[in-house]
């Protein structure tokens, strides 16, 4: 079932790009080829985020030990966890409630096939990459070109389920169950939800204020194309569609914008503009056109986050088709009201970088300020950092 309440579409304008200088970029991993995706868990229990990332064309799924704030500016501790190819996406989770962070990988091309890559139980382990063991999940073998997966424990049975989605002739969103035993892999059920025609997002958020989390999620190709949220209903998932949202959907972020309380939308399209959907009254929307600003690729991320300290909501942006000198990584602050379109732009990654992918603000090294978390796949530029330049403002 559909639920779109449109109720007024805003196009918003930049002010004048300002004229500031690319941060501070660091190199995490520039070790293989094609990376693609950082996803953030603290798997050690130090308090501290690790990555975890799918080199496409180089056929390994590698994870990074943050290795301190002391030492986050050198490349991190590293272990290949498995080796498969045209991995899309990499997460971890405690597939098997061991309290180990297992890492699960989502490929497509013509490997199809999701797998998981079982941690040491032994922490003093986890950086050998022997230590590791690979297995797929033989349901998934051929079924579609996977690539997402969010876990999440959906039924209150056993350990975290696993939401995924793919791309492509035949594409679903579904969700793997989780059976009593989490290492039989050929007793996981997959069930399929909606059709897809390209998922970009997968996210787990409260969309109904109930408590519960729901899924969102973007879909950037074919007659499926928007973006949706799915409410479980305790034997089912009811599908819900956002207004306005029949363009190319890149990735997504959630947050409150406007600082009004409520949690509202933002996603990155193709070809333009970031679209912001504004929650009212549940369970409307009023939706906005922000314009990129000029020197930038085609959208590929965003986030809302506070980038410079003024406990003022901004916009962070990454980009693909970054060539002949146009930035990857950009944000965008506001005055005001962010509804009335006084958007001023801000350099982040300048002109190295072509094609950036899924992008985290988080303090990396603990001054108190976010930096920016994402991976380049093009030019080897690898998986990166780049270093906020603004004191945060007590």
Not at 13 to 28: F, G, M, N
Not at 144 to 170: E, H, I, R, T
Not at 290 to 315: C, F, M, R, T, W
Request: with cysteine.
């Amino acid at each position: 079932m559909h639920e779109a309440i449109l109720t007024t579409l805003f196009v918003l304008t930049l002010s004048p790009i300002l004229v500031d200088h690319a941060w501070e970029r660091h190199v995490i991993d520039a070790s293989s080829q094609g990376a693609d995706g950082v996803r953030l868990a603290d798997i050690n229990g130090d308090g501290l985020l690790d990555i975890a990332t799918a080199w496409e064309e180089g056929g390994l799924i590698r994870a990074y030990q943050h290795p301190g704030t002391d030492s986050v500016s050198s490349p991190w501790p590293a272990v290949t966890v498995g080796e498969v190819r045209s991995g899309e996406d990499a997460v971890f989770v405690d597939l098997d409630t061991d309290g180990a962070m297992d890492v699960v990988s989502a490929c497509e091309g013509q490997t199809k096939t999701l797998y998981v890559h079982w941690a040491p139980q032994d922490a003093k382990h986890c950086l050998r990459a022997n230590a590791w063991k690979t297995e797929a999940f033989p349901s998934s073998i051929g079924h579609q070109m996977w690539m997402y997966v969010l876990p999440l424990q959906v039924d209150s049975a056993f350990g975290p389920d696993l939401l995924v989605a793919g791309k492509g002739n035949g594409a679903e969103i579904g969700w793997f169950r989780a059976p009593e035993h989490a290492r039989d892999l050929a007793a996981w059920r997959y069930e399929r939800i909606a059709s897809m025609g390209w998922v970009m997002s997968i996210e787990a958020t409260d969309m109904d204020n109930d408590g519960d989390l729901d899924v969102l999620y973007s879909d950037r190709r074919g007659p499926t194309r928007g973006i949706y949220w799915l409410e479980w209903q305790g034997s089912r998932w009811k599908r819900h569609a956002l207004p306005d949202a029949n363009r190319e959907n890149m990735f997504l972020g959630t947050g409150d914008l406007d600082r009004d309380g409520r949690m509202d939308i933002v996603c990155a399209t193709k070809g333009g503009p970031i679209m912001w959907y504004q929650r009212q009254d549940n369970p409307s929307w009023r939706v906005h056109e922000i314009a990129y600003p000029p020197g930038v690729g085609s959208g590929k991320s965003i986030a809302i986050a506070d980038i410079n300290g003024d406990e003022q909501p901004d916009l962070v942006f990454s980009c693909e088709h970054a060539r002949g000198g146009l930035s990857g990584i950009r944000w965008l602050s506001h005055t005001g009201d962010p509804a009335g379109g006084d958007w001023q732009s801000h350099e982040i990654a300048g002109s190295e970088g072509v094609k950036f992918d899924r992008l985290v603000p988080h303090d990396l090294d603990g001054d108190g300020d976010l930096d920016i978390i994402t991976c380049e796949e093009a030019t080897g530029l690898g998986v990166i950092w780049y270093e906020n330049p603004h004191a945060p403002k007590r």
